[in-house]
Protein backbone atom coordinates (compact mmCIF):
# COMPACT_ATOMS: atom_id res chain seq x y z
CA UNK A 1 0.00 0.00 0.00
CA UNK A 2 1.54 3.64 -0.36
CA UNK A 3 0.61 6.17 1.46
CA UNK A 4 -0.98 8.81 -1.01
CA UNK A 5 -0.58 12.67 0.68
CA UNK A 6 -3.10 13.94 -1.32
CA UNK A 7 -5.50 10.78 -0.87
CA UNK A 8 -9.36 11.54 -0.28
CA UNK A 9 -8.52 11.11 3.77
CA UNK A 10 -5.34 13.17 3.39
CA UNK A 11 -4.81 14.32 7.02
CA UNK A 12 -7.68 12.81 8.98
CA UNK A 13 -7.11 10.97 12.09
CA UNK A 14 -9.89 7.84 11.71
CA UNK A 15 -10.56 5.36 14.80
CA UNK A 16 -11.87 1.96 13.44
CA UNK A 17 -13.05 -0.90 15.68
CA UNK A 18 -12.61 -4.48 15.43
CA UNK A 19 -9.95 -4.51 13.29
CA UNK A 20 -9.53 -8.17 12.48
CA UNK A 21 -8.14 -9.39 9.31
CA UNK A 22 -11.63 -8.81 7.86
CA UNK A 23 -13.61 -5.94 7.30
CA UNK A 24 -12.42 -3.68 9.86
CA UNK A 25 -8.57 -4.68 9.14
CA UNK A 26 -9.66 -3.87 4.99
CA UNK A 27 -11.14 -0.57 6.47
CA UNK A 28 -7.93 0.82 8.55
CA UNK A 29 -5.70 -0.80 5.55
CA UNK A 30 -8.21 1.04 2.93
CA UNK A 31 -8.20 4.63 5.19
CA UNK A 32 -4.70 4.67 5.49
CA UNK A 33 -4.00 3.90 1.66
CA UNK A 34 -6.37 7.16 0.93
CA UNK A 35 -4.14 9.05 3.28
CA UNK A 36 -5.41 8.85 7.33
CA UNK A 37 -3.64 8.34 10.33
CA UNK A 38 -5.44 5.34 11.68
CA UNK A 39 -5.94 3.72 15.34
CA UNK A 40 -6.40 0.59 14.94
CA UNK A 41 -8.54 -0.81 18.12
CA UNK A 42 -9.88 -4.40 19.59
CA UNK A 43 -10.40 -6.17 22.12
CA UNK A 44 -7.45 -8.67 21.32
CA UNK A 45 -4.76 -6.56 21.19
CA UNK A 46 -2.49 -8.58 18.73
CA UNK A 47 -5.14 -8.06 16.36
CA UNK A 48 -5.12 -4.34 16.67
CA UNK A 49 -0.93 -4.60 16.99
CA UNK A 50 -0.79 -6.84 14.22
CA UNK A 51 -2.84 -4.45 11.55
CA UNK A 52 -1.27 -1.12 13.23
CA UNK A 53 1.77 -2.57 11.59
CA UNK A 54 1.24 -3.95 8.73
CA UNK A 55 -0.44 -0.37 7.67
CA UNK A 56 3.21 1.01 9.00
CA UNK A 57 5.14 -1.74 7.28
CA UNK A 58 3.10 -0.48 3.97
CA UNK A 59 4.55 3.15 4.77
CA UNK A 60 0.65 4.30 6.19
CA UNK A 61 0.51 5.96 9.76
CA UNK A 62 -1.20 3.69 12.45
CA UNK A 63 -0.91 2.70 16.35
CA UNK A 64 -2.96 0.32 18.13
CA UNK A 65 -5.16 1.36 20.57
CA UNK A 66 -6.46 -2.17 22.11
CA UNK A 67 -9.31 -2.34 24.55
CA UNK A 68 -12.99 -3.37 25.11
CA UNK A 69 -15.28 -0.87 23.57
CA UNK A 70 -17.95 -1.93 26.42
CA UNK A 71 -16.12 -0.93 28.69
CA UNK A 72 -15.89 2.94 29.81
CA UNK A 73 -12.93 3.22 30.80
CA UNK A 74 -11.13 1.24 27.75
CA UNK A 75 -12.80 3.65 25.93
CA UNK A 76 -11.87 6.83 27.53
CA UNK A 77 -8.04 5.61 27.24
CA UNK A 78 -7.97 4.39 23.81
CA UNK A 79 -9.67 7.97 22.82
CA UNK A 80 -7.05 9.84 24.89
CA UNK A 81 -4.39 8.21 23.70
CA UNK A 82 -5.08 8.92 20.13
CA UNK A 83 -5.60 12.59 20.61
CA UNK A 84 -2.36 12.51 22.74
CA UNK A 85 -0.54 11.30 19.52
CA UNK A 86 -2.60 12.96 16.60
CA UNK A 87 -4.06 15.77 18.97
CA UNK A 88 -7.46 15.11 16.91
CA UNK A 89 -10.38 12.67 15.80
CA UNK A 90 -12.06 13.34 12.34
CA UNK A 91 -13.28 9.67 11.58
CA UNK A 92 -15.38 6.82 13.70
CA UNK A 93 -15.94 3.41 12.49
CA UNK A 94 -18.15 1.25 15.07
CA UNK A 95 -17.14 -2.09 13.50
CA UNK A 96 -16.83 -4.46 16.56
CA UNK A 97 -19.03 -7.38 16.51
CA UNK A 98 -19.72 -10.84 18.76
CA UNK A 99 -20.95 -13.23 16.56
CA UNK A 100 -22.98 -15.86 18.60
CA UNK A 101 -25.88 -17.37 16.42
CA UNK A 102 -29.16 -18.24 18.67
CA UNK A 103 -32.48 -17.66 18.48
CA UNK A 104 -34.98 -16.51 20.82
CA UNK A 105 -35.59 -19.95 22.22
CA UNK A 106 -32.37 -20.99 23.29
CA UNK A 107 -29.99 -17.92 24.06
CA UNK A 108 -29.02 -17.44 27.16
CA UNK A 109 -29.95 -14.11 28.20
CA UNK A 110 -26.54 -13.41 29.68
CA UNK A 111 -25.15 -13.95 26.41
CA UNK A 112 -28.16 -11.95 24.24
CA UNK A 113 -27.28 -9.08 26.83
CA UNK A 114 -23.26 -9.18 26.11
CA UNK A 115 -23.59 -9.49 22.07
CA UNK A 116 -25.99 -6.33 22.30
CA UNK A 117 -23.58 -5.05 24.63
CA UNK A 118 -20.38 -5.09 21.92
CA UNK A 119 -22.87 -3.99 19.16
CA UNK A 120 -24.78 -0.98 20.39
CA UNK A 121 -23.12 -0.57 23.81
CA UNK A 122 -20.14 0.01 22.24
CA UNK A 123 -21.23 2.56 19.64
CA UNK A 124 -22.70 4.35 22.38
CA UNK A 125 -19.59 4.73 24.46
CA UNK A 126 -17.45 5.23 21.19
CA UNK A 127 -19.91 7.85 19.81
CA UNK A 128 -19.99 9.80 23.00
CA UNK A 129 -16.63 9.87 23.90
CA UNK A 130 -15.30 10.65 20.22
CA UNK A 131 -18.40 13.32 20.16
CA UNK A 132 -16.97 15.08 22.77
CA UNK A 133 -13.86 15.08 21.34
CA UNK A 134 -15.03 16.31 17.90
CA UNK A 135 -17.28 18.72 19.87
CA UNK A 136 -14.76 20.63 21.54
CA UNK A 137 -12.27 20.71 18.68
CA UNK A 138 -14.84 22.41 16.76
CA UNK A 139 -14.25 21.34 13.09
CA UNK A 140 -16.81 19.08 12.67
CA UNK A 141 -15.94 14.81 11.84
CA UNK A 142 -17.63 11.42 10.70
CA UNK A 143 -18.70 8.64 12.55
CA UNK A 144 -20.17 5.77 10.70
CA UNK A 145 -21.99 2.25 12.07
CA UNK A 146 -21.45 -0.94 10.35
CA UNK A 147 -24.71 -2.65 10.16
CA UNK A 148 -25.81 -5.44 8.36
CA UNK A 149 -28.50 -7.09 5.84
CA UNK A 150 -29.91 -8.84 9.17
CA UNK A 151 -30.51 -5.40 10.71
CA UNK A 152 -33.53 -4.71 8.25
CA UNK A 153 -34.35 -8.83 7.94
CA UNK A 154 -35.83 -11.23 10.29
CA UNK A 155 -33.60 -13.98 10.57
CA UNK A 156 -34.43 -16.85 12.70
CA UNK A 157 -31.55 -18.02 14.94
CA UNK A 158 -29.76 -15.10 15.20
CA UNK A 159 -31.79 -12.51 17.77
CA UNK A 160 -28.72 -11.12 19.78
CA UNK A 161 -27.41 -9.77 16.32
CA UNK A 162 -30.27 -8.99 14.51
CA UNK A 163 -31.83 -7.07 16.96
CA UNK A 164 -28.98 -5.17 18.04
CA UNK A 165 -28.02 -4.20 14.22
CA UNK A 166 -31.37 -2.75 13.32
CA UNK A 167 -31.23 -0.92 17.15
CA UNK A 168 -27.72 0.56 15.50
CA UNK A 169 -30.27 2.19 12.35
CA UNK A 170 -32.27 4.88 14.89
CA UNK A 171 -28.80 4.91 16.69
CA UNK A 172 -27.65 6.27 13.64
CA UNK A 173 -30.51 8.65 13.03
CA UNK A 174 -30.74 9.86 16.37
CA UNK A 175 -27.11 10.63 16.65
CA UNK A 176 -27.00 12.31 13.41
CA UNK A 177 -29.55 14.59 15.08
CA UNK A 178 -27.89 15.61 18.26
CA UNK A 179 -24.88 15.77 16.38
CA UNK A 180 -25.49 18.20 13.45
CA UNK A 181 -25.55 21.41 14.80
CA UNK A 182 -21.55 20.82 15.78
CA UNK A 183 -20.98 19.49 11.95
CA UNK A 184 -21.02 15.94 13.08
CA UNK A 185 -21.97 13.76 10.83
CA UNK A 186 -23.14 9.92 11.59
CA UNK A 187 -24.61 7.36 9.00
CA UNK A 188 -24.61 3.79 8.63
CA UNK A 189 -23.01 1.27 6.31
CA UNK A 190 -25.06 -1.73 5.13
CA UNK A 191 -23.01 -4.93 4.05
CA UNK A 192 -23.96 -8.51 3.59
CA UNK A 193 -22.48 -12.09 4.17
CA UNK A 194 -19.50 -11.48 2.86
CA UNK A 195 -16.48 -13.53 1.23
CA UNK A 196 -13.99 -13.84 4.60
CA UNK A 197 -10.01 -12.07 2.51
CA UNK A 198 -8.67 -14.97 4.56
CA UNK A 199 -8.07 -17.85 1.69
CA UNK A 200 -8.39 -20.55 4.72
CA UNK A 201 -11.66 -18.99 6.19
CA UNK A 202 -13.05 -18.53 2.75
CA UNK A 203 -12.44 -21.85 1.42
CA UNK A 204 -14.16 -22.77 5.03
CA UNK A 205 -17.08 -20.55 4.19
CA UNK A 206 -17.97 -21.85 0.97
CA UNK A 207 -17.80 -25.67 2.09
CA UNK A 208 -20.14 -25.22 4.92
CA UNK A 209 -22.49 -23.72 3.09
CA UNK A 210 -22.12 -25.15 -0.75
CA UNK A 211 -25.72 -27.01 -1.20
CA UNK A 212 -27.23 -25.71 1.97
CA UNK A 213 -31.22 -24.82 1.40
CA UNK A 214 -31.06 -22.70 4.27
CA UNK A 215 -28.73 -20.34 3.31
CA UNK A 216 -28.09 -20.18 0.30
CA UNK A 217 -25.95 -17.27 -0.27
CA UNK A 218 -24.52 -18.10 -3.65
CA UNK A 219 -27.53 -18.98 -5.15
CA UNK A 220 -29.62 -16.01 -3.55
CA UNK A 221 -27.43 -12.48 -4.29
CA UNK A 222 -28.62 -10.82 -7.39
CA UNK A 223 -25.08 -9.92 -8.49
CA UNK A 224 -24.06 -13.60 -8.25
CA UNK A 225 -21.14 -13.46 -6.09
CA UNK A 226 -20.71 -12.30 -2.24
CA UNK A 227 -19.05 -9.16 -1.92
CA UNK A 228 -15.48 -9.07 -0.43
CA UNK A 229 -14.03 -6.33 2.36
CA UNK A 230 -12.74 -4.18 -0.53
CA UNK A 231 -15.99 -3.93 -2.44
CA UNK A 232 -17.00 -1.92 1.22
CA UNK A 233 -14.52 0.78 0.70
CA UNK A 234 -15.01 2.72 -1.96
CA UNK A 235 -18.64 3.82 -0.07
CA UNK A 236 -16.72 3.79 3.15
CA UNK A 237 -14.38 6.21 2.00
CA UNK A 238 -16.86 8.57 0.92
CA UNK A 239 -18.91 8.18 4.18
CA UNK A 240 -16.02 9.11 5.89
CA UNK A 241 -14.10 12.06 3.67
CA UNK A 242 -15.62 15.50 3.08
CA UNK A 243 -17.29 13.90 -0.46
CA UNK A 244 -20.17 13.16 1.99
CA UNK A 245 -20.43 16.84 3.96
CA UNK A 246 -24.38 16.45 3.45
CA UNK A 247 -24.94 13.33 4.19
CA UNK A 248 -26.26 12.35 7.68
CA UNK A 249 -28.74 10.08 8.87
CA UNK A 250 -28.93 7.87 6.66
CA UNK A 251 -27.35 4.49 5.28
CA UNK A 252 -25.31 3.44 2.23
CA UNK A 253 -26.14 -0.57 1.25
CA UNK A 254 -23.37 -2.75 -0.69
CA UNK A 255 -25.02 -5.90 -0.64
CA UNK A 256 -24.89 -7.02 -4.26
CA UNK A 257 -28.68 -6.41 -4.33
CA UNK A 258 -29.76 -8.29 -1.65
CA UNK A 259 -32.46 -6.28 0.08
CA UNK A 260 -33.89 -5.37 -3.30
CA UNK A 261 -34.54 -8.53 -4.15
CA UNK A 262 -38.74 -9.40 -4.23
CA UNK A 263 -38.81 -11.95 -1.89
CA UNK A 264 -40.09 -15.24 -4.10
CA UNK A 265 -38.05 -14.47 -6.99
CA UNK A 266 -35.18 -16.57 -7.84
CA UNK A 267 -32.28 -14.06 -8.84
CA UNK A 268 -32.69 -13.64 -12.59
CA UNK A 269 -28.79 -15.16 -13.99
CA UNK A 270 -27.48 -15.00 -18.09
CA UNK A 271 -26.32 -17.84 -19.53
CA UNK A 272 -22.36 -17.71 -18.93
CA UNK A 273 -22.41 -15.92 -15.17
CA UNK A 274 -22.10 -12.31 -14.41
CA UNK A 275 -19.48 -10.22 -16.46
N1 LIG B 1 -18.52 -10.98 7.91
C1 LIG B 1 -19.72 -10.84 7.40
O1 LIG B 1 -20.19 -11.68 6.61
C2 LIG B 1 -20.56 -9.64 7.78
C3 LIG B 1 -21.82 -9.48 7.18
C4 LIG B 1 -22.60 -8.37 7.48
C5 LIG B 1 -22.11 -7.44 8.40
N2 LIG B 1 -20.90 -7.62 8.96
C6 LIG B 1 -20.44 -6.62 9.93
O2 LIG B 1 -19.15 -6.16 9.57
C7 LIG B 1 -18.40 -5.89 10.75
C8 LIG B 1 -17.10 -6.66 10.74
O3 LIG B 1 -17.36 -8.05 10.60
P1 LIG B 1 -16.18 -9.12 10.50
O4 LIG B 1 -16.72 -10.32 9.85
O5 LIG B 1 -14.99 -8.47 9.95
O6 LIG B 1 -15.98 -9.46 12.07
P2 LIG B 1 -14.77 -10.22 12.79
O7 LIG B 1 -15.38 -11.18 13.78
O8 LIG B 1 -13.78 -10.75 11.80
O9 LIG B 1 -14.08 -9.03 13.59
C9 LIG B 1 -14.71 -8.41 14.66
C10 LIG B 1 -13.62 -7.95 15.62
O10 LIG B 1 -14.27 -7.26 16.72
C11 LIG B 1 -13.51 -7.54 17.87
N3 LIG B 1 -14.30 -7.34 19.08
C12 LIG B 1 -15.26 -8.15 19.59
N4 LIG B 1 -15.73 -7.64 20.72
C13 LIG B 1 -15.06 -6.48 20.93
C14 LIG B 1 -15.10 -5.51 21.97
N5 LIG B 1 -15.94 -5.63 22.99
N6 LIG B 1 -14.27 -4.44 21.88
C15 LIG B 1 -13.40 -4.31 20.82
N7 LIG B 1 -13.31 -5.23 19.84
C16 LIG B 1 -14.15 -6.29 19.90
C17 LIG B 1 -13.10 -9.01 17.71
O11 LIG B 1 -11.98 -9.34 18.53
C18 LIG B 1 -12.81 -9.10 16.22
O12 LIG B 1 -11.45 -8.96 15.91
C19 LIG B 1 -19.30 -6.23 11.93
O13 LIG B 1 -19.94 -5.08 12.41
C20 LIG B 1 -20.29 -7.19 11.34
O14 LIG B 1 -21.51 -7.22 12.02
C21 LIG B 1 -20.10 -8.70 8.69
Redesign the pocket.
Known sequence: MELDATGRLAGKVAIV??T?P???GTIASGFAAQGAAVAC????AE?AEERAERIRAEAGKAIAVP????DPEAVGALVDRVLGEWGRVDVLVN?????NTKGVLDMPVEEFRHQVD?ILG?AFLMTQRVGWAMVEAGRGGSIVN?L??AAWQGQAGNIGYCTA?SGLVNFTRSAAMELAPYGIRVNAFT????MPVDPQLADRFRRATAGSTSMDFAGQLPLGRLPTPADYLGALVYLASDESAMTTGTNITVDGGALAKYWPQAPARREGGTP
Not at 67 to 70: I, M, W
Request: charged share 20%.
Open positions: TGSNIGNDRRVGDVTNAVRFVGISTKPTAT
